[in-house]
């Protein structure tokens, strides 16, 4: 379902995929991006190429984005990182009332400080509204927010590689695994989650290392006994696939296939 930002209860869920993509330019789909709102927090899982102008068709203005988190560095996860923190500046800084923060795995203050060092002041916002949180790499990790809970977990991708779990006030969940291999920390962390967005980067028969496939991506739900599962960060080779049928080799639960502006109804 296709859709425009709406009105939730405090403690509700809402789940946007504005990016099902890849790094391949795409007039369908755009590069890895996923928004989540619960309470006063609007939540953006990586920043790849298209995701503002995807924000926009969703009537959410980037200045009311609290949180960025990102699942690894690579360009496609992180790639408008650099002109959303520009256009926060724009035109003198003080459009954004609301702090923002940027969370990551292990690396992730470097990875900024390295921006800093190309971009320098025009992407520095000021300190009392900019934080950075490191998630740890080694093992699962859980922060406390007030509208919501994260827990991550590494992936098997880069050595920064986390998946985030969601957790709104109400109870409801959302995974999102990010760029990974198969992985026993992801089914752990997806436990009986009530959504688990699992990227499927490319046909089964087309398996490539570090990236998951339609059945090993339904391996985990079925595993993990998600009440759904959410197929993402389809390359080109997807497209004339059958990625349902592939999952269903192991996942027999509730499925959706991504698509830019889809909307998760519970």
């Not at 991006?33 to 990586?46: I, N, Y």
């Not at 109400?170 to 959504?195: C, F, K, P, Q």
């Not at 080779?237 to 639960?253: L, N, Q, T, V």
Request: glycine share 8%; charged share 25%; with cysteine.
């Amino acid at each position: 379902m296709k859709g425009r930002s709406m009105k939730l209860a405090t403690d509700d869920l809402s789940v946007v995929v504005l990016g099902s993509g890849t790094c391949v330019p795409s007039l369908r789909r755009s590069a890895c991006s996923v928004f989540m709102e619960t309470g006063d927090a609007k939540l953006l899982f990586d920043i790849g190429p298209g995701t503002m102008r995807r924000l926009l068709e969703i009537d959410v203005e980037i200045f009311d984005v609290t949180h960025i988190f990102l699942s690894h560095f690579h360009p496609d996860h992180t790639g408008e990182l650099v002109p959303f923190l520009f256009a926060n500046k724009y035109p003198d800084g003080s459009r954004r009332s609301t702090p923002l923060v940027l969370a990551g795995g292990r690396g992730i203050q470097a990875f900024f400080d390295g921006l800093l060092n190309v971009y320098g002041h025009w992407i520095a916002l000021p300190p009392d509204g900019f934080r950075i949180i490191e998630f740890d790499t080694d093992g699962p990790d859980v922060r406390s927010f007030e509208a919501f809970r994260v827990d991550t977990a590494p992936t098997e991708h880069n050595p920064e590689s986390v998946a985030f779990r969601i957790t709104a006030a109400g109870g409801r969940s959302a995974v999102y695994s990010g760029d990974t291999d198969y992985s026993d920390a992801l089914i752990r962390l997806a436990h009986e989650a009530d959504l688990l967005i699992c990227e499927a980067a490319v046909p089964d028969a087309m398996k490539i290392v570090k990236h998951l496939t339609p059945a090993l991506a339904g391996e985990i739900a079925r595993r993990a006994e998600v009440k759904r599962l959410m197929l993402t960060h389809f390359y080109p080779p997807c497209e004339g696939a059958d990625i349902r049928g592939e999952c269903r080799k192991s996942f027999s639960g509730p499925l959706l296939l991504a698509e830019d502006l889809m909307r998760v109804d519970w």
